[in-house]
C-alpha cells in the first residue's frame, strides 16, 4: 500500500460528511422554525455543513485544481448561497428548506459536469464534490438566514441587506482551510478542523451583525455569538495541539535584518 492509498483510507469520505451535514441542517431549520430562541442550537448544527464543503475544496485542490481553490469555494458558494437566497422571496410551504437545498445540490453537479464536459478540465469526480460545497452552502445560508430574521421571514428584517457579507464569508470559510495548511503534511483531519474554527468565527460574526441590525431579535443573534465564540476558543485549542504535534518546530517570521534569533 503507498502512503498515497494509506492516507486516503484514513480519510473521512466526503459523501459522508455531506449526509451528516444535511441531517444537522434540517434539524437545525425545523429547531429555528419552531423556536427561534432555540437558535444557538441551530447554529452548533451547521457546523457540519461547513466541514463537508471545505473537505470537497481540499480533495479536489489536491487532486487537480491546484491552484483554482479560491475559484471552486466562491463558485460552489455561488450556487448554493445564491438559490437560498432567491428562494425566500417565494412563497415557502413547510417542503421549501428540503427543495432549496435539492435545487443547490442539483445546480452544484451541473458546474461541475459544465466544468469536466464543457470547459474539459479533466478533474476526478469534480461533480459530486461541487454538489456537495452548493448544497453545504445552501444549508448554511438558510439557518443563518433564518436565524437572524427570526422565524418571521426576512420581508419583515433587514436581513437581505447583509447577503453580500454572508456569501463572501461562507466562500472563505470554504476555501481557506485548506490554503491555511498547506504543505507536504497537510492532512484531512487538521484541515477540517481549521474549517470548524472558521465556522464558529464566522457564525459569530454574523451574530454580531444580527445584534446590530434593526428589526432583528436580540436573543437568537445573541445566542448566535456567545456559542460560536465557546465553539471558536474550543476548536482553536485543538486545532493548535494537532498542529504543535504534527509540526518538527514552530519558528516565526518578520525578524529585522541582521538580529540573531
Not at 418571521?152 to 453580500?164: K, L, Q
Request: with cysteine; aromatic share 12%.
Amino acid at each position: 500500500m503507498t502512503d498515497e492509498q494509506s492516507v486516503e483510507k484514513k480519510e473521512i469520505p466526503n459523501y459522508k460528511l455531506y449526509i451528516l451535514a444535511v441531517i444537522t441542517g434540517i434539524i437545525s431549520y425545523f429547531i429555528t422554525a419552531l423556536n427561534p430562541n432555540l437558535s444557538f442550537i441551530s447554529i452548533i448544527l451547521i457546523w457540519p455543513a461547513f466541514i463537508a464543503a471545505a473537505g470537497c475544496v481540499e480533495f479536489l485542490c489536491r487532486y487537480g485544481l491546484g491552484t483554482g481553490t479560491s475559484s471552486i469555494g466562491y463558485w460552489g458558494t455561488a450556487c448554493g448561497a445564491t438559490v437560498v437566497f432567491a428562494s425566500q422571496f417565494i412563497e415557502t410551504t413547510a417542503y421549501s428548506p428540503f427543495l432549496e437545498i435539492a435545487v443547490a445540490t442539483l445546480l452544484g453537479y451541473a458546474a461541475g459536469f459544465c466544468a469536466n464536459k464543457i470547459i474539459v478540465m479533466k478533474i476526478p469526480r469534480i461533480e459530486i464534490n461541487s454538489a456537495i460545497i452548493a448544497g453545504s452552502t445552501g444549508i448554511i445560508t438558510l439557518i443563518i438566514l433564518e436565524v437572524l430574521a427570526g422565524g418571521v421571514g426576512m420581508a419583515g428584517t433587514t436581513v437581505y441587506y447583509i447577503y453580500p457579507l454572508i456569501y463572501i464569508a461562507i466562500a472563505i470559510g470554504v476555501l481557506h482551510p485548506y490554503n491555511g495548511n498547506l504543505g507536504a503534511d497537510e492532512n484531512q483531519p487538521r484541515t477540517l478542523m481549521l474549517a470548524m474554527c472558521e465556522a464558529a468565527l464566522l457564525t459569530a460574526l454574523f451574530g454580531f451583525v444580527g445584534i446590530l441590525l434593526p428589526n432583528t431579535p436580540f436573543i437568537p443573534a445573541l445566542g448566535m455569538l456567545i456559542v460560536s465564540i465557546i465553539g471558536f476558543v474550543i476548536f482553536v485549542s485543538i486545532w493548535w495541539k494537532r498542529v504543535k504535534q504534527e509540526v518538527y518546530d514552530i519558528v516565526w517570521a518578520g525578524y529585522p535584518a541582521g538580529v540573531d534569533h
